[in-house]
């Protein structure tokens, strides 16, 4: 079994392209599994103490469709002893007073449920936007993705981000 399970939704196929880059960065299928979240039962999350939750903001501020419909089920699910990492994928020009909401909102219910967060990207001064849901103590609690706007960043921010989850997962 791999060690870490990383949760997707996607809208576009953006998220999805950049799990499947986070899970090459960190080893490949034989580290991380990934399940889209339209497919995943409770039973998955509990597989493993390390996961990674992707998610892209939608709308103005609402998560994925595929998360909105799953939210309500994280409260049957036990996060204690788990460290919890997240990416999201938006747009911070077209929606600079919500840019990466929806891994902010997940985040906040996955932590009240025991999980504890890793991976929190500081480079916020990178981004031009005005609010987040995602933003605590000046960083984002997860990695903010923009290829609307920035896509030529985005590898380097994965590479960035995974190297810096290699060390908080140990792995």
């Known amino acids: 079994m791999s060690k870490i399970g990383l949760f997707v939704g996607s809208q576009t196929g953006k998220t999805e392209a950049a799990a499947e880059e986070i899970q090459t960065g960190l080893g490949g299928d034989d580290v991380v599994t990934i399940h889209k979240i339209e497919e995943a039962e409770n039973s998955d999350f509990e597989k493993y103490e390390n996961l ?95 290829d609307d706007n920035q896509s030529e960043l985005t590898e380097k921010r994965i590479k960035t981000w995974v190297a810096q989850l290699k060390q908080e997962f140990g792995v």
């Open 52 to 146: 990674i939750i992707g998610c892209p903001t939608w709308d103005i501020g609402e998560l994925q469709a595929d998360w909105d419909g799953y939210f309500e089920e994280l409260d049957n699910i036990n996060f204690s002893g788990k460290k919890v990492a997240y990416f999201g994928t938006g747009d911070q020009e077209g929606y600079p007073d919500n840019f990466m909401d929806a891994i902010g909102i997940l985040e906040a219910k996955i932590s009240e449920l025991g999980g504890t967060t890793v991976g929190q990207w500081p480079k916020t001064e990178e981004y031009d936007f005005n609010e987040s849901k995602a933003l605590k103590n000046g960083k984002f609690i997860g990695l903010a993705l923009d």
